[in-house]
């Protein structure tokens, strides 16, 4: 009987629980598919995605959901459109959370569409992308309004899940939140967020160099705040200065060990498929070492007062990363997307006209692999140099 803690209880009570059981039996299928995918063990060096076999027996909506978005993060998908490799290891935490939020829901079901049409040729979004991101778009701002809702991981994730949707601005949007003024954080609120992405791994080189270049936002917004109100010499301008200076000193290590990974990697000592991914991410990660350095340096020189200036460490560092984008071709359109943000670092390390033709010429093509329109890859080149030499728009 209710609240009886043990004993048979009557006829009537044992007939419920006898339902009850048979109830939870069933439920143990979606359950015990659910426990699959939580118990899955995620590494931050070699991303793991659940086993798609284990999700073939059932066959409700959120299951098929699940199903086809597990089979989209899979280890065996090409890294020229892989998800988790190329826009972060948090894809294989979401499984867990799927049927619980709707506005998750409807944004991996819009993911899973773009992308299935993305892979197949699709550059542009057809119809029902576009249908379907409409859709994860009202699902999301109609949570947002909702206190509690809004502070979900669910919640967080469908907005992080939507922004993928939209391949062609993800890593627009990546570059707007750390390199332009659009995002305007402190020092600390960057070294908060940095530390809650890369705790306990800050000691690899590829933290090292996002580090490093969440120290530069801020350090530009102060110094440009400076250059208004103080005429060099000025103390306050010797301390950025300084400051500058100590940052490259940071990044310039950092570059080194990023080369010595990269150009003493031994492909033949991996699986074929892991060494590919090595290779492509030891690319991009050193393209970025060296586009902060570059940066860097941009700022610098307006510190100095010669914004117009490029120094010889820059123009080598450029050349470098034109090298290595020009080998990493082979991993487009998603697995080399980082490099439509290191051509950019490039383009402000070099001051031969020559020299940021050829950036140009590879910007377009990075930027048609995913979709992107010629012009739109070069149009804002030059202000994004002015910004970083301190010039005033």
Not at 103 to 117: E, G, N
Not at 211 to 223: A, H, K, M, N
Not at 273 to 298: E, F, P, T, W
Request: hydrophobic content about 40%; charged content about 20%.
């Amino acid at each position: 009987m209710p609240g009886v803690p043990s004993g048979r209880g009557c006829d009537a009570c044992r007939k419920q629980k006898k339902k009850q059981r048979y109830k939870f039996k069933n439920e143990t299928v979606v359950l015990t598919v659910a426990k699959k995918v939580t118990s899955t063990s995620y590494s931050t060096d070699q991303p793991q995605s659940p086993d798609p076999g284990s999700f073939n027996i059932i066959s409700n909506p959120s299951s098929r959901l699940l199903t086809a978005f597990i089979h989209r993060i899979s280890q065996q998908v090409d890294i020229r459109f892989q998800l988790p490799w190329n826009f972060g290891d948090y894809f294989n935490l979401i499984p867990r959370h799927l049927g619980v939020s709707r506005s998750l829901d409807t944004a991996v079901d819009a993911l899973i569409t773009a992308h299935t049409s993305f892979c197949a040729g699709n550059l542009q979004p057809g119809p029902e992308v576009l249908a379907k991101h409409s859709l994860a778009l009202s699902v999301l701002r109609h949570d947002l309004t909702d206190v509690v809702k809004a502070r979900t991981s669910e919640t967080l994730a469908a907005i992080m899940v939507i922004s993928v949707t939209q391949v062609r601005h993800t890593t627009q949007k990546v570059f707007e939140a750390l390199l332009t003024d659009n995002i305007q954080l402190s020092t600390r609120e960057w070294k908060t967020l940095s530390e809650g992405t890369f705790g306990g791994h800050d000691h690899a080189p590829d933290v090292k160099w996002f580090l490093c270049i969440t120290d530069v936002p801020d350090l530009i917004q102060r110094s440009k705040a400076a250059l208004i109100l103080h005429e060099p010499p000025s103390l306050h301008l010797l301390s950025l200065e300084l400051e500058a200076r100590a940052l490259l000193d940071r990044i310039r290590p950092v570059i080194t060990r990023l080369r010595d990974r990269f150009d003493n990697f031994d492909a033949k000592s991996f699986p074929e498929k892991l060494s590919d991914q090595l290779r492509a991410h030891y690319m991009r990660s050193l393209a970025m070492g060296l586009g902060v350095g570059i940066v860097l340096n941009c700022v610098l020189s307006g510190l100095e007062g010669t914004p117009s200036v490029v120094c010889d460490e820059s123009v080598l560092w450029s050349d470098e990363i034109v090298r290595i984008a020009e080998m990493a071709v082979v991993y487009r359109p998603l697995g080399s997307m980082a490099m439509l943000i290191a051509l950019r670092m490039a383009w402000s390390g070099v001051w031969l006209r020559e020299s940021k033709a050829r950036i140009e010429e590879l910007l377009r093509e990075y930027g048609l692999s995913v979709g992107l329109t010629e012009d739109s890859q070069c149009s804002d080149l030059g202000p994004m140099q002015r910004r970083w030499t301190l010039q005033q728009l």
